[in-house]
């Protein structure tokens, strides 16, 4: 077995700096070969995915966070066959790892042991334009609120993924709303709005379960639209998230899509899979079973 290691080193608030020599210390232990592969700069993982060859290797491994998945995924489908790939896999070292949840990998030795045994199972892709140009996450991608948390959570990565939650009341005192003009295979939704999450898998922010019937595998994505709400009634809201129940506020709707449409205004800026890229006006579609995880 060959594996290709993309690593980051700033990943999770730079942990991931001290965890690379042991991982290559543990593939080398169990007599794996690889290629390691270290991220320079932002974004870096894309340009390295777009200049492998996938043919050489048995599977493709990133060492980092959502972020880092999120490059490596959009190097290799923009730049590769995806029927072409091997699997790919996560080693969670990131501030939230919210992906990774969903593939069962809580911990680095979850992440080894599904490559090493050889463990992978088909998985569906979201897709986001950006102008005229698709744009792929596993995880979720949301605007408005949302998004000004995770502004917010990027400053504080040192504190793992406690970000998120020190970002929520940190944005909840200048709560605002905006229009949206949503429509989900071919519904239509007008109005005020807090926030949306386009939700390909259930988990955010680490432990915040934001859609708790989401599947990776069944050729849906799930879409959480939040309208206007008080703060005290986002306060009250908000810990529910964590055991799936924040549905019971009337103001979270939840719905079942293939594919959806999204305007606002003002423009809001895009969260995907934890990347703040892009923003509305965007479409969103599912790819059912694109590319195969270690899992």
């Not at 972020?67 to 995924?73: P, R, S, V």
């Amino acid at each position: 077995m060959t594996i290709a290691l993309i690593a980051n080193p700033s990943a999770g608030g730079r942990k991931a700096a001290r965890i690379i020599p042991q991982v290559e210390q543990r593939l080398r232990r169990n007599a794996i070969e690889y290629r390691i592969f270290i991220t320079q700069h932002h974004a870096h993982a894309m340009d390295i995915a777009r200049r492998l060859t996938p043919a050489n290797y048995d599977g493709i491994v990133s060492v980092g966070g959502d972020g880092t998945n999120f490059h490596l995924l959009n190097g290799l489908l923009q730049y590769h066959d995806p029927e072409q790939l091997p699997p790919l896999g996560i080693i969670p070292v990131g501030s939230g790892n919210s992906f990774a949840r969903d593939l069962n990998i809580r911990t680095t030795k979850d992440g080894f042991f599904f490559f090493f045994f050889f463990f992978f199972f088909f998985f569906d892709v979201c897709s986001f334009t950006r102008g005229a140009q698709p744009w792929y996450f596993v995880n979720l991608a949301g605007f408005g609120f949302v998004t000004d948390v995770a502004q917010t959570a990027h400053h504080l990565k040192r504190v793992g993924d406690f970000s998120y939650v020190l970002g929520v009341f940190h944005r909840m005192l200048n709560l605002r709303f905006h229009h949206m003009a949503l429509e989900i295979d071919g519904r239509r939704i007008d109005g005020e709005n807090c926030f949306v999450e386009f939700c390909n898998s259930r988990y955010t922010g680490g432990k915040m379960l934001m859609a708790p019937h989401a599947k990776i595998d069944d050729g849906w994505f799930d879409v959480v639209v939040v309208g206007p709400m008080s703060r005290r009634s986002l306060m009250a809201t908000f810990p529910k998230i964590f055991n799936g129940t924040h549905g019971q506020n009337p103001a979270v709707r939840f719905y079942r899509a293939r594919t959806a449409s999204v305007r606002t205004d003002p423009p809001k800026t895009l969260l995907p899979d934890g990347e703040l890229f892009g923003s509305t006006p965007t479409q969103v579609a599912i790819h059912p079973q694109l590319v195969r995880y270690f899992s």
